[in-house]
């Protein structure tokens, strides 16, 4: 047992490791993860800010869409991040990963423990203009959003370790960008996923994304800012056979799909030679 423990703890620390002194090392896409989510924010928040009614979600679009944003921002970079798997067995980094005394079980925990903590980062630099959009970040919330963050990146990490493994050239790697976009937009990030037809409803309520992104709003926007109340909120949050899922229940939720997607793709990747 206790070699067992060593072997998983070896394989996740050498690989969380790596990816982070290898994100670190690159300027580019440690400018680009801090840059890009704010460009989000700026171009679709501030650019349907004086568009979308205010009375329609109840405070600014630029606020209402705010949690949508770091949602988005965190999505992207734990999905590609998981799927750079696929990258290291090109380059063979994989292989000799394979070689060493480590599980393999470690390795994927590695994978999504370095997607995660990027992750954060990004959401980190976002946190930064909270006060800026009137959004107030303080007392119990922060350890509600961490607790969110890590449902969330340790679920999409694992799709994107899923996804990694099955890919087999690089021209399939486009698959990645294929599947974000739909996760994406069927989240509930910038719409209600009630107000919809009924078979995107469906589709909307079977994605991982779309109850931690209800749990996100929920947490930034009704429990702290008073001019947003739950009940502004209800068309936008999610409801299963009529039962609305709060802060707690869109969390179990989620760690549902984590566990999920982590075990298939701990399945995918077993089968790995």
């Given at each position: 047992?206790?070699?067992?423990?060593?072997?998983?703890?070896?394989?996740?620390?050498?690989?969380?490791?790596?990816?982070?002194?290898?994100?670190s090392?690159?300027?580019?896409?440690?400018?680009?993860?801090?840059?890009?989510?704010?460009?989000?924010?700026?171009?679709?928040?501030?650019?349907?800010?004086?568009?979308?009614?205010?009375s329609?979600?109840?405070a600014?679009?630029?606020?209402?869409?705010?949690?949508?944003?770091?949602?988005?921002?965190?999505?992207?970079?734990?999905?590609?991040?998981?799927?750079?798997?696929?990258?290291?067995?090109?380059?063979?980094?994989?292989?000799?990963?394979?070689?060493?005394?480590?599980?393999?079980?470690?390795?994927?925990?590695?994978?999504?423990?370095?997607?995660?903590?990027?992750s954060?980062?990004?959401?980190?630099?976002?946190?930064?203009?909270?006060?800026?959009?009137g959004?107030s970040?303080t007392?119990?919330?922060?350890p509600?959003l961490?607790?969110?963050?890590v449902?969330?990146?340790?679920?999409?990490?694992?799709?994107?370790?899923?996804?990694?493994?099955?890919?087999?050239?690089?021209?399939?790697?486009?698959?990645?960008?294929?599947?974000?976009?739909?996760l994406?937009?069927m989240?509930?990030?910038?719409?209600?996923?009630?107000?919809?037809?009924?078979?995107?409803?469906?589709l909307?309520?079977?994605?991982?994304?779309?109850?931690?992104?209800?749990?996100?709003?929920?947490?930034?926007?009704?429990?702290?800012d008073?001019d947003?109340?739950?009940?502004?909120?209800?068309?936008?949050?999610?409801?299963?056979?009529?039962?609305?899922?709060?802060?707690?229940?869109?969390?179990?939720?989620?760690?549902?799909?984590?566990?999920?997607?982590?075990?298939?793709?701990?399945?995918?990747?077993?089968?790995?030679?």
């Amino acid at each position: 047992m206790r070699e067992s423990f060593a072997e998983h703890y070896r394989g996740l620390f050498a690989v969380a490791y790596r990816d982070l002194i290898s994100f670190s090392r690159g300027r580019v896409a440690v400018f680009s993860s801090l840059i890009l989510p704010l460009g989000f924010l700026v171009f679709i928040g501030i650019g349907l800010d004086d568009v979308v009614d205010p009375s329609a979600v109840g405070a600014s679009y630029l606020k209402f869409v705010y949690p949508g944003m770091i949602a988005m921002a965190l999505s992207q970079t734990a999905l590609f991040g998981g799927a750079q798997i696929f990258w290291d067995r090109q380059y063979g980094y994989l292989k000799m990963m394979l070689a060493a005394p480590v599980s393999r079980l470690g390795i994927i925990g590695g994978k999504i423990t370095a997607v995660t903590v990027i992750s954060l980062f990004q959401v980190a630099a976002m946190l930064v203009v909270a006060p800026f959009i009137g959004v107030s970040v303080t007392g119990w919330v922060i350890p509600a959003l961490f607790l969110y963050l890590v449902l969330f990146s340790v679920a999409v990490g694992s799709l994107g370790v899923l996804i990694g493994v099955r890919i087999r050239s690089p021209q399939s790697a486009q698959m990645v960008g294929v599947v974000t976009f739909p996760l994406t937009f069927m989240s509930g990030m910038f719409f209600p996923v009630n107000s919809v037809p009924t078979w995107l409803e469906v589709l909307a309520k079977i994605n991982p994304l779309t109850y931690p992104v209800a749990g996100i709003r929920e947490v930034l926007l009704s429990r702290t800012d008073p001019d947003v109340s739950t009940a502004v909120l209800e068309p936008f949050a999610v409801h299963v056979f009529g039962y609305r899922m709060g802060a707690w229940e869109n969390a179990l939720v989620a760690a549902g799909f984590g566990v999920v997607l982590l075990a298939a793709a701990t399945w995918s990747f077993s089968r790995q030679e």
